[in-house]
């Protein structure tokens, strides 16, 4: 028998046994635990047979890895297609031009996603505009300026790994307490105070009820303020009257009546909102960045840099001309790493920006937004019939993921042309 018929049929007899081991063994176990355990029997069966057969104990060897590994590798691969398949199986019917530009209604029980991929898009776009340029110029001191032993250097490493290994929701935490709480509510006090300045200056005036530091009844500022000027105070009168009318017979002094209006005035930047949400993701994608722009710009031959220095080329000429277009590809990887972990992500803006029901896209940075990640949260858990909502979950999910690779393609498109353009003039 010619020996390409023989590897046929050896090779045929091995996948129908394989197939027939795996399909019993599906009976009693998961597929894919199934298939690691035949794929172990095979291989300990081809160790033994190598070592008996040929007496080549290297040869089996080499074939036993071959074959493990090799294993291995499938089950990954199998398990990201099955997953795949499950998502594109569940969510194909409901994946319409019309989901994907309505608006949801009905309790999430119908409509589409709109004002989700477009919350989503934002974010990233955000996120990678704020944390992108700040991890390169970060990578960028790390290799070219700071020492490798210097205290600085091995403090910001430090803080990246410690940055890294925070669980997400912390860093949402974190987010509410020092962007919300801290910043945006410093912001919402300068512009309170800010407004009510000129107010505040008509209650110091000579001949004001409340122009000294005693406690003054209410009533005669509020007559004060209509006799002096009572159209262009008229919103602070009614608020004033209000507060007398619930407390009759209040006293305030001029301090009081201002932290009073600076302390009622709606927040716009103190609570959450898009611009906060973007910056905590940035925050969390930071070392990412950082890690890949640093090894891209490690890999750029020391030779380029003497070449600049020989030249006259200063180091922040060499860093901007040499340095950052010779790793623009590994910039384009950690934007692509940053992006794809970014868009998943759901605990960091659950306290920072966004909202449960919000059927309207965002306005401004201070506006919430929905998200595409925590709308498959909402429908799979909140909802107020969740088995109707199943294949809106898939749908979801396979535009969640056609988002991310969109954004994915994207970078990748872009530095397959940087890497052409930089080819050609070399």
């Known amino acids: 028998m010619p020996r390409f018929f023989q590897r046929v049929f050896i090779g045929g007899s091995i996948l129908i ?3 027939s081991l795996t399909l019993l063994f599906s009976t009693i176990f998961p597929v894919y ?23 080549a104990r290297k040869l089996a060897m080499d074939s036993f890895m071959r074959v493990t590994t090799g294993l291995f590798a ?9 997953l795949m398949f499950a998502i594109v199986e569940g969510g194909y019917e409901k994946f319409t031009l019309e989901f994907l530009t309505s608006h949801p209604a009905e309790g999430f029980l ?9 919350g989503t898009a934002m974010l990233v776009i955000i996120m990678s505009v704020v944390g992108v340029p700040v991890g390169v110029m970060t990578a960028i001191y790390l290799t070219e300026y700071a020492k490798e032993s210097s205290l600085i250097a091995r403090t910001i490493r430090f803080c990246l790994n410690v940055l890294a290994g925070i669980p997400p929701i912390v860093i949402g935490l974190f987010g509410l307490g020092f962007f919300i709480a801290t910043i945006g509510r410093s912001i919402d006090t300068y ?36 006799r ?17 009318e619930a407390n009759p017979g209040i006293a305030l002094t001029a301090k009081d009546i201002d932290e009073f209006f600076v302390s009622t005035e709606s927040a716009i930047w103190g609570r959450p909102s898009l611009l906060w949400a973007a ?17 891209a710009i490690r890999a750029v031959p020391r030779e380029l840099r003497e070449a600049s220095y020989s030249l006259g080329g200063s180091r922040l000429e060499t860093v901007v001309r040499v340095i950052l277009p010779s790793s623009s590809s590994g910039i384009a990887t950690g934007t692509i790493l940053a992006v794809s972990r970014g868009a998943g992500e ?50 979801t999910t396979l535009a969640l993921l056609l988002l991310t690779f969109s954004l994915n393609f994207t970078a990748i498109v872009l530095r397959a042309r940087l890497q052409t353009q930089r080819a050609k003039y070399a």
């Open 346 to 395: 759901v605990a960091p803006i659950l306290f920072t920006g966004v909202a449960y029901f919000l059927p309207d896209i965002p306005s401004s940075l201070h506006s919430q937004f929905m998200e595409l990640g925590y709308h498959i949260y909402i429908l799979a858990t909140q909802s107020t019939n969740v088995a109707v909502t199943v294949p809106m979950q898939f749908a």
């Open 74 to 82: 499938s089950v990954v691969v199998a398990m990201v297609a099955f």
């Open 228 to 244: 002096t000027a009572p159209e262009k105070w008229k919103d602070e009168i009614v608020r004033l009257r209000s507060v007398e």
């Open 279 to 295: 910056l905590t993701m940035a925050l969390l994608t930071l070392p990412v960045v950082v890690v890949s722009v640093e090894e």
């Open 33 to 55: 635990l199934s298939v690691l355990i035949v794929g172990t029997i095979f291989a300990t069966f081809f160790l033994l047979m190598g070592k008996w057969i040929f007496g």
């Open 191 to 226: 512009n309170a105070e800010l407004k009510y300045n000129e107010f505040a200056e008509t209650l110091r005036e000579k001949g004001s009820p409340v122009a000294g530091e005693a406690k003054t009844p209410l009533s005669k500022t509020i007559t004060y303020l209509e």
């Open 110 to 118: 119908e409509g589409g996603i709109f004002p989700m991929i477009v």
């Open 17 to 19: 046994s394989t197939v």
